[in-house]
């Protein structure tokens, strides 16, 4: 989910001054027009990490666009008068009338974020509101709002630079306390709970955008950009939205995404140290798999990759780790007519592996935002609302003890182009390579986008991607084994009832 | 929410003998084109209280359509091969494919009820629950299906007295064990609790519908009936049906609704009597306000009701019972411009009183499931989904402490004509009474209809609607005020965390 906010995302000084006066008379513009129009109430929340941004980002924005028609609501301890009333109230108070903005610093997140983080909510009751969440938004929505979510991210090492940056300035150390220093322990958990509650409140028709905050010029640019963008389409469809279009994808202005980042080249790994680590993570696995804690639980690995990136090859290799009773290799093809006349989800599953078990997917659900996106084989409302559905099934999976193990195999074009001519040569090869992988390969920069927003939308707490450098394949063989062992080891030493690992839920004895 | 469900319906053998063979003609008709057309699944949930007649009802769909496109699908104690894997995976195993019917026998809601009630499960892990239900429903929805969610309830008599004649009767004397007379004891729990998933899970795209179960004929003809409309709804409009048509009504076979069963001509209340009894409930309202519990408490006093039903009149009884500084009394008119840039719930929120105060609304929010509904003021989408949301604000408000009291103050046309015309005569009255209450009057039969929707959907454990015969004036004032003091005593006695009280929610200190 953080994955594309923690590239290190930089504008140089140059890009920016040349970007910002279009991007301001194109603000105000879209301001004119929502005034205008009168219909429509934009409520942006700025949220996110200490030192990432927040109060800057929401300064710019008034720099930019007209004041008369934008509001800014900080929300900190609540009033007498607040704290008389329902929890929501104080928000309903402050909510933007049609044709204006309204910057939310502080949210109804606040609260229940910080309660969980120090224990005093406890994660069932997070969720119960979360659900309430949920619904209020989607009454904001049907009644005709624009909800926009922003969450400022920072690494643990970003978080402490932004800190001490903060604190060196005579202008700005007087708003770091001990109280961000403190916070600052608490990294991971805080990172925990946010990731959680993202995800279960990434819905389609509020969804978050998550952006990278150390560099000033890359979070208000990008900032700027998603909220234009998104005034842009929304007045576009005047009718109410509860079905989504396109939510606001993170515009990509340094050309930087988790693909791009990859060091696809590096020096191929040793026969010898192949051999090495490959005998050694393979033992673990097996001694894994056995560890009588394993009894409570399952595997579940989804591989997803390039053309020719390898999967087969590397599921040979975790199964020969196996005993042939205890897993299953699902190939995934096109839906039988069974499978066509159920959801979509239906046939995974079926395949879903009972306790003690592993199961591999050679390819996945994952299709529906991939291969059926690109190719138009489903309508866009369909692949958009996939991203939370494949979210809660997932979770309810890891919920149910099932260890979910995700896997991109990435190869470079170059590599693909290398791969695809040795297979026509090879004639035991030659089926794997056919007209399809030809057309597919032309459409290697749609696939490439798909594959960033996969990443960024379901790379969660309990079931993250690992994106596997493929060009050189005994790498790959050993990081996805590697993975896998160590994936499985936290399950098996994880306590339950933390935001990343739940406890298996038994159905006990029911009638009815 | 029950209370269309506890008149007493009964339909004769004549009249079902009559309608039969129409009605099953019907269904074979739209199973055929179901499964012709080959795009929607059915879902249809079969769940109820004990001995409110589940299997009855799913033995005559059997014998009304054609088996070979319905399947039954029983679950009770999951099997071992159930029990190793995710709580929702032996349901989509048995989900139907497009063109069928799945008649579920217990359901995904089982459990989580049964556990509550037994305390195996918190109020806050099934609150986490229910929105898993809701998502998964919502996604099957997505995914063209329709889901009809029916619930058979019996009153604690009605089930007492189905329990017996089951008993009597050789035939089905082997369906009532001691479990079934153990759950009887039970009844309100179970009430409290099915009331809250009930209501929680009422989702515009998968709504359930609440059928008297204690005679048979009555059950099962309402049951067919609404199957047959909303099958023939649904293929009339095969796109995918997130936004909900109208969600099906209880269609009213027997004439009988919650309005029809009122004794408005009741013998007036003496006039010693009313003094007598108004003087007893003001004072002990005077007192219940000065209770020192109340301080955690506000109340919300919310009135409608057929126009010159005397709504002002009663609303003074109560204030004159409480000191100025304690209440406020809320008239709601047409919104005003600052209003209506608002969502329309925004109006009222202003108004939601702090704690140890009382405020009173003289007609609500219910205006957009009566006059906005019955003129067409608002789309439809729009008043359906306002049922959930009106449910959702109620909740939020009594979580927090407020005690929710909603009357319905009920006069005959005939009453309703006199006032109409002794307001024209006397000068100081004539304000009162303008060519829109004549329009009004005029479309009764929508209003009755609209009012009946309302009290089905939105009368909730939390916040119930009292309807108030007010043919007798002082009848309904005495009725109102006992009502207020009687509400607010069981608010003030009950302990915290139960279905129906919800525990105060305090917000803590936040920062962000």
Redesign the interface.
Known sequence: MFESAELGHKIDKETYKQAVPQLRADLLDVQYDLKEQ?KI?VIVLV?GQDGAGKGETINILYEWMDPRFISTLA????TD?????????RY??A?P???RIGVF???WY??PI??RLDG?M?K??M??R???I???EA??V??G?LVLKFWFHLTKDGQKRRLKALEKDPKTAWRVTK?NWDRLKTYDKLQDVVGHVLRMTNTPWAPWTIIEGEDDRYRSLTTGKILLEAIRQRLAHPEKQ??PVAPPSRPNIDGRDVLSELKLNRKPITKADYETQLAKWQGKLSELVRDPRFKNHSVLCAFEGSDAAGKGGTIRRIVSALDARDYQVVPVAAPTE?ER??????RF??H?????RVTIFDRTWYGRVLVERVEGYCAEA?WL?AY??IN?FEH??S??G?IVIKFWLQISKDEQLKRFKEREKIEFKQFKITEEDWRNREKWDAYHEAVCDMVDRTSTGNAPWTIVEANDKNFARVKVLRTICERLEAALDAKPGAEGVAAA????????
């Open positions: 009168g109430p949220s929300f900190s301890a609540p008068e607040e704290r008389l009333r329902p929890f929501m109230w309903w108070r909510l009338p049609k044709g610093a502080g949210s606040s609260s910080h309660d005093g406890t069932a009751a969720d119960a979360i659900d309430q949920n619904r209020f009454m904001l049907n009644e709002a109280w509860f079905t069974e006349a159920q959801p979509y989800l239906w599953w079926r879903i592996p009972r306790t003690g369909d609302r939370s559905e809660d309810d999976l919920d149910s099932v839920e038994k159905p006990k004895k029911k009638k009815d």
